[in-house]
């Protein structure tokens, strides 16, 4: 997952569709800053090959609450 530009761990569990992150101790992040779950920087194959599931699933298992731009 990429914040800011800068991947960042996933800590613990995924529960429901909330995750939580380490920023790191120095971070100045701040709710409503860029979040990335794959795109550019980040593609899903290696999310996939990460989580031991197809791109195709993890794509097609998000809910209608996450928001999603595309972009050519």
Same mark, same amino acid.
Do not use: H
């Given at each position: ?9 996933? %800590? ?17 992040? !701040?709710?409503?800053?860029? #979040? #990335? ?6 593609? #899903?194959?290696?999310?996939?090959e990460?989580? !031991? %599931?197809?791109a195709y699933?993890?794509?097609t ?7 999603? !731009?595309y972009?050519?």
């Amino acid at each position: 997952m990429l914040v800011n530009g800068r991947e960042v761990p996933i %800590v613990g569990r995924v529960a429901m569709d909330m995750i939580c992150v380490d920023l790191g101790p120095q971070a100045q992040d !701040k709710a409503g800053d860029a #979040v #990335v779950l794959w795109g550019e920087g980040l593609p #899903v194959e290696r999310i996939a090959e990460i989580t !031991k %599931v197809s791109a195709y699933e993890l794509i097609t298992r998000l809910t209608s609450r996450v928001a999603m !731009k595309y972009f050519d």
